[in-house]
């Protein structure tokens, strides 16, 4: 059989990469040896921005008018993720794949030759391959001996919840989950080598995050590197150090690798001219949506146009509480360029909104060219910042510039305003902060 497309993995890059192929009217094959959907579906974005909700829900009141006690089962919380949750999105996929007239392998599927890929015994080939198989947790061989050490995909299978967890790692998913046990009464330690959390975020909108840590009792301990469990104390260890590319089995062709996984151009091509590698495989950055996005440039350059990734200003969305949400150029990154930089920032606790809803942890920076007024970083944390963080992707992509924002009218009450507010302190004409001493 001979397919135009095969795509090796149906996880947030594979399958829309194989739907987007068939709407090009090319002939697609996917191959998933797992479950539909990959890491992201079943053990990552989804089931865990679940669980943050239901975190909220378990949440103590910010209102002393309201008098709330909550209860929760672990195991009916599990079950509910996984069938009210994860299985109806499951079968919403393979129903698209259905739709599209896709043909779906659930199996491994190995490379045997540039246009041939094994599966089930059986030798399938495509003209085109595209490698999406996605990436696995890091666990180095000093961690692997002791018995209390779990990754973020083990986390799905605890038929209880620990009453003490170590973190190791203070990037984002540990600080996800850190933030997540503790409002289910989880006692937290966060352990991270280096001498931040969130290394590389803007150093203010991290000292945010600490504080609101350490309010709510999580321990931070900064510049710890431990190449053992031997002195970590909890009756859990999540290890959250990152994640490394999973590569397909590859034989009789020579496909080229990076340290940080399979080595591609910005038209997502491997060194072998039909094969592409998109996602987590390739190495360059862990996002479902930006996978997504390499899948659909893939495709493209498939179908014939020519077309390129850009991994400029790539925004992030991180849902510990409070949330983040950043994208271009922090602060420090805009100096180290020899940028001239102008600040405008604005706190949540001079936000109506923030004020109306008891969210007043946050703050909204905007980083200004000052020689062409253009804005090449916005940084959010507090409520609404994961969303907020398209439009912030919109204006730093488009270079737009304050004066142009300016022109925008913000509806009120809103999170939205704070993002105007931070335009008016860079001006120094905020109406809802004190005037700037001269």
Request: proline content about 4%.
């Amino acid at each position: 059989m001979e397919y135009d497309v095969i795509v090796i993995g149906a996880g947030p890059g594979g399958y829309p990469t194989a739907i987007r192929a068939s709407q090009y009217g090319l002939k697609t094959a996917i191959i998933e040896e797992k479950e539909i959907g990959g890491t992201c579906l079943n053990r990552g974005c989804i089931p865990t921005k679940a669980l943050y909700r239901i975190s909220e829900e378990i949440e103590e009141s910010k209102f002393k008018s309201i008098y709330k006690t909550t209860s929760f089962e672990w195991q009916k919380i599990i079950s509910e993720i996984k069938t009210d949750v994860v299985l109806r999105l499951r079968a919403g996929i393979n129903f698209l794949l259905k739709q599209n007239g896709i043909d779906v392998f659930n199996k491994k599927g190995s490379i045997v030759g540039a246009n041939e890929v094994k599966v089930n015994g059986e030798t399938i080939r495509g003209k085109n391959i595209i490698i999406a198989t996605g990436s696995y947790p890091s666990l180095p061989d000093c961690f692997k001996n002791d018995e209390r050490v779990i990754t973020s995909d083990e986390l799905w299978n605890l038929e209880k919840l620990p009453e003490s967890i170590a973190v190791i790692g203070g990037g984002v998913i540990g600080c996800e989950f850190a933030s997540i046990l503790n409002k289910f009464g989880v006692k937290v330690k966060i352990y991270e080598m280096m001498d931040t959390l969130l290394p590389g975020k803007d150093e203010e909108i991290v000292n945010i995050l600490k504080n609101s840590f350490s309010k709510r009792g999580i321990e931070i301990n900064l510049g710890k590197k431990l190449d053992s469990c031997d002195l970590i104390e909890g009756e859990k260890i999540l290890l959250s150090i990152g994640r490394k590319p999973l590569l397909p089995e590859i034989e009789g062709v020579n496909i080229e690798t990076e340290k940080d996984g399979i080595k591609t151009d910005l038209k997502l091509k491997t060194n072998i001219e039909n094969i592409y590698a998109i996602g987590d495989v390739n190495g360059k950055y862990q996002l479902a949506y930006v996978a997504t996005k390499e899948g659909e440039i893939a495709v493209e350059n498939i179908a014939g146009k020519e077309t390129f990734m850009e991994y400029e200003n790539i925004p992030e969305a991180i849902f510990t509480d409070p949330e983040i949400g950043v994208c271009g150029l922090t602060e420090k990154e805009a100096k180290e360029k020899g940028i001239k930089v102008k600040i405008g920032k604005f706190p949540y606790t001079a936000l109506g909104k923030a004020y109306a809803e008891k969210s007043i942890e946050g703050m909204t920076k905007i980083v200004v060219n000052a020689e062409t007024d253009e804005i090449v970083g916005i940084h959010m944390i507090g409520k609404g910042a994961t969303e907020l963080v398209s439009f912030a992707s919109l204006v730093v992509k488009n270079k737009m510039k304050v004066s142009q924002l300016k022109k925008i009218l913000y509806p009120h009450p809103i999170f939205a305003e704070s993002i105007m507010e931070a335009i008016e302190d860079f001006e120094g004409r905020s109406v809802h902060l004190p005037p700037k001493k001269k």
